[in-house]
């Protein structure tokens, strides 16, 4: 049974920062790409970044790059989005997701297990 958990979400003003981690459990950490999503109300679940099996490759939504930075762990079987620079437009709920394969992508569709997110919210 695979389990993500995600924790780290918070208030925070604009121009402040958060880091969002997600523990695995029940899979081969190591083998599996990570991605982070988030959805805000009324919005469709949206992309933020990714990375693959073995930490070496991102990929990032043109809304967050240069401020967000995705990375793992693979020891601890972790992942964190470590987020600066938040706008208001950043509040969502974001979550977590583990693919099934060593690369994946932007679609939601590649990922077969989901966390129950975390709620981040940027104040003006």
């Known amino acids: 049974q695979v389990q993500l958990v995600e924790s780290g979400g918070g208030v925070v003003q604009a121009g402040g920062s958060l880091r969002l981690s997600c523990g695995a459990s029940g899979r081969t950490f190591s083998f599996h790409a990570m991605g982070w999503f988030r959805q805000a109300p009324g919005k469709e679940r949206e992309f933020v970044a990714a990375i693959n099996g073995g930490g070496s490759s991102t990929l990032y939504a043109d809304s967050v790059k240069g401020r967000f930075t995705t990375s793992r762990d693979n020891a601890k079987n972790m992942v964190y989005l470590q987020m600066n620079s938040l706008k208001p437009e950043d509040t969502a709920h974001y979550y977590c997701?583990?693919?099934?394969?060593?690369?994946?992508?932007?679609?939601?569709?590649?990922?077969?297990?989901w966390g129950q997110g975390t709620q981040v919210t940027v104040s003006s």
């Open positions: 997701a583990v693919a099934s394969t060593y690369y994946s992508g932007r679609s939601p569709n590649q990922y077969d297990y």
